[in-house]
C-alpha cells in the first residue's frame, strides 16, 4: 500500500470520529489535490500529540484498561479452565494484548479524545468514545482475521472486549468528573457551613436552566450561594431531589416551605426563577414575587437555558434582576426558521428608521439572518452612530452601510436606492408619540404620510421584491393625528399592493399592525421608570385604560414571519398584517408591577396619580376597524385583516393636497382633509386652538 493511500485511510477513519479537524487553510481529499501537504499533516500530527501529552495520565489508563478489557473478554468468553490450562490460548492472547494496546494507542488520540475536556462531557462527547473503540477493535479484528482467520482469538471475544471497554473508559471518566466536582464544591451542599459567608437560595421552577445552575454552582470555588430546596407547579414533584437539592413543595405552599426552612435555621435569603416567568400558571409568578418581597427576600431570574448552553463562562450564569417583561412575555409562537432565512439571506435589505427602539431590533434580527448587506437609514445622527457601533460589534462579517436621511428628501431617499438597490425595505422610520403628532400635525403628516410615500415609491422605482411597512393599533378608529396619519400609510400600501399583484414580477408592500412593545421610546415603560427614579409619583391617565403589549423581541419576530410568507408566497394581496397581541392589560396594573418589581409597595411606598387624558388618547386600544374583514393567514401569531380599499389616484391627489398644506404650516386644512379621506377621524381641540379653514379652497380641491 502506497504512503498517499495510507495518508487517506487515516484521514477518512479520523474524519468518521468527527474530531480530527482540518487545520485553517486545509481542504479535504478531493477538494484539492489528492493529498494534504507535508505541512499539514505535520500539523495535524503535532496537535494530537499535544493534547495526548497534556492528558498522559488519562491516556496512560485507557491503554492499561484496553489490555485488562481484552483480557477479562477472555477470561469471560473461554472460562478460566480453558485459559490457564490451553498453554497455546495463553501464548495467543499474551502475543494478541500488545497488538490491541498498540492499535488503542493510536486510534483513541486520533479520534480526539484526548482534546476533550471531560469534566464537562455530554452525550456526544461519550458517542465519539464509543467510536474511537469500535474503530480500534474492528481494526484488531481484521488484523487477527488476516493473520490466522480468527484462529488465535475467536470473534466472539472482541464483541466482549467491545462492552467491557466502553464501560471501563466511561466509567473512568464519569468518575475524574465526579471527584473533580466534589474538589470544586467548597462545602457539602447539605447544610449551611458558615451563614456569614454563604446565602441560602430557595430555586423555583426545577428544569434544565436548575440543572446548569447547580453544576455551575458545584464547579464555582467562589459562590456563595446555598440551593437550600425548589418549588415545583406539580405537588407529584414534591420530595424529588436534583443534584443532591429536595423539591420542598409547590408554589402554593411557599410560606408554609420558608417557615419550615426557617425552623432549621435556613431560612432563605433570595429566590431565584429557574424557568422563564411565562412558563407558570396565572398570575404565579407575580404572586411569589410580592410574598418574597414581603419577606425581605431579594427576587432574581436566570437566563434561558439557551444562552446557558452557549458558554460555560461565570457571567453566563449571573443573576439577572425580574424586569416588566419577563412578566409580560408570553410562550413564543413557533418561528419557521428556514423561512427567514430563505427570505433575507443573500439579498440586499433596507431599514429606515433603523436606530429607533423597533427599528433597531429589526436591523439586529435581520443581521442575524445573512443578508448580502444591510443598509441602515435614519435622520438621527445619534441613533444612527449606535446602532451601526452594535452591527459593528455583533455582526462584524455582515456587509453594512450606514445613511444620515431624512424619508421627506425625495432626492436623498433615491440616492441611496440607486446606490445600493435593495431588494427588501423594511420601513420603521415614523413620528409615533401621540402627544407631540397631536401637537404638530404638520410634521406627523409630512413624515408619516408623505414620507412613506417617498419610500413606497423608491421601492417601486428601483425594483425591490418588496416593502414591509410598520404600523400600530391606533390607527383603528383613531382620535388622534399620529393614529391618522399612520392610517392613511396603511391604506396608500394596501392599495399600492393590489396594483403591483396585477404586475409581473410586481413588489409587494406589506404593512404589519401590532400595539405597544415594552421599552419602545414611545411606550409608557420609559416614564415609569424616569417616575421610579424620582421617587414617584406614577402617573396615569385613566385607572380603567388598556393598552395591549408584546416584547420588542417577539414583535419583530413575528413582523418577520408574516413578511416572509407574504413576499416568498404570494400571501394575502392587499391584506394587513395583525399581530396576536393577547389580551389588553390595565395600564394601572402595569404601574403596580413596576413598583413592585422596583422592591416597593404601591400606594404605600410609591404612590399611582391619575391625571387625566390627553388630547388625542384612546382609552381602549383596537387590533381591527369593524369595517375591516378578519381573515387567519397560515403564520402563527398573526391575525389579517383586509379594510375597505381606496382608489389609489384618489390618494395621490389627497396625499399631493396634504403635502401642500402641511408644508404651508396650514393645520386646519390638513385636518380638514384628513377627516373627508377618514371618515371615522375626529381631531382633537389642540389642532383646530388658533386656526381657521378655508373651505373655499378644501371644497374647491375636493370638487377636481
Known sequence: MTDSNLVSKWSRSSTLVGDARLAPGAHPIGERGSRFSYREIRSRIAAIVRSTIRNRNLFAVDLVLSAFALLLAAWLRLGPQVLFSDLEAAKSLAGSIPVFVAICAVTFPTAGLYKRKWKFASIPDYIVLLQAILIASLTFMTAIF???????????????????????????????????????????????????????????????????????????????????????????????????????????????????????????????FTAPLSSFKGETAERLIEQADRMGMVVSRLNPATELRKTHAASAFELRPIELTDLLERPQAALDIAALQRFIRDRRVLVTGAGGSIGSELTRQVAALGPSRLVVVDNSEFNLYSIDLDLAEKFSA???????????????????????????????????????????????????????????????????????????????????????????????????DLECANEIAGPRFVTVRFG???????????????????????????????????????????????????????????????????????????????ILLAGFTPDRDVQIQIIGRRPGEKLFEELFDESEERVAPPVPGVFGAVPKPVPLPVLYDTFERLHTFASDGNTAAVVDTMRRILPGFRAGESQLQGATIDKSTTDREFQT
Open 516 to 594: 405597544n412593545v415594552l421599552g419602545s421610546s414611545g411606550s409608557l415603560i420609559p416614564l415609569f421608570k424616569r417616575q421610579l427614579a424620582r421617587g414617584g409619583p406614577l402617573t396615569i391617565t385613566h385607572p380603567e385604560m388598556k393598552r395591549f403589549f408584546m416584547t420588542i423581541r417577539e414583535a419583530v419576530e413575528l413582523t418577520l414571519q408574516a413578511s416572509a410568507y407574504a413576499v416568498e408566497k404570494k400571501l394575502g394581496s392587499g391584506e394587513i398584517f395583525v399581530l396576536d397581541m393577547g389580551e389588553p392589560i390595565k395600564v394601572i396594573d402595569i404601574a403596580r408591577r413596576m
Open 398 to 496: 455582515v456587509p453594512r452601510s450606514a445613511h444620515l436621511c431624512d424619508i421627506r428628501d425625495v432626492r436623498r431617499l433615491d440616492s441611496i436606492f440607486a446606490q445600493h438597490k435593495p431588494e427588501l425595505v423594511f420601513h420603521a422610520a415614523a413620528l409615533k408619540h401621540v402627544p407631540m403628532v397631536e401637537l404638530n400635525p404638520c410634521e406627523g403628516v409630512l413624515t408619516n404620510v408623505c414620507g412613506t410615500m417617498n419610500v413606497a415609491e423608491a421601492v417601486r422605482r428601483w425594483g425591490a421584491v418588496g416593502m414591509v411597512q410598520i404600523s400600530t393599533d391606533k390607527v383603528v378608529n383613531s382620535p388622534n393625528m399620529m393614529g391618522a396619519t399612520k392610517r392613511l400609510a396603511e391604506l396608500f400600501c394596501q392599495s399600492l
Open 146 to 272: 488476516l493473520y490466522s482467520g480468527f484462529a488465535i482469538i475467536p470473534h466472539s471475544i472482541i464483541a466482549i472486549e467491545i462492552m467491557v471497554l466502553t464501560s471501563l473508559l466511561a466509567g473512568v471518566r464519569i468518575t475524574f468528573r465526579q471527584e473533580d466536582l466534589k474538589a470544586l464544591a467548597p462545602t457539602s451542599r447539605g447544610t449551611v457551613a458558615d451563614p456569614s459567608s454563604q446565602v441560602p437560595v430557595l430555586l423555583v421552577g426545577p428544569g434544565q436552566e436548575a440543572d446548569l445552575y447547580l453544576r455551575a454552582l458545584q464547579r464555582d470555588r467562589t459562590s456563595t450561594y446555598l440551593p437550600v430546596g425548589f418549588l415545583d407547579d406539580s405537588p407529584a414533584e414534591t420530595g424529588a431531589m436534583l443534584r443532591g437539592v429536595p423539591v420542598l413543595g409547590t408554589t402554593d405552599e411557599f410560606e408554609a416551605v420558608i417557615a419550615g426552612l426557617e425552623s432549621r435555621k435556613q431560612k432563605p435569603r433570595h429566590l431565584i
